[in-house]
């Protein structure tokens, strides 16, 4: 079988992660809380901070 010529998979690789690293960035700033819990209630919570 021949190789059929055209983007290398390195390149196609390198432009793919890429691609998605530029989808994750754009993601967060649509949705600031994606890294947060949600509580049973549906809540957001970044971060507890607990009495002493």
Known sequence: MEKEEGISEELLSV???AAVK???E???KKN???DART???GLFVRSIKRRK
């Open 15 to 17: 432009i793919l992660m």
């Open 22 to 24: 530029a989808y994750e």
């Open 26 to 28: 754009d993601f967060a």
């Open 32 to 34: 600031p809380y994606s």
């Open 39 to 41: 509580l049973e209630n």
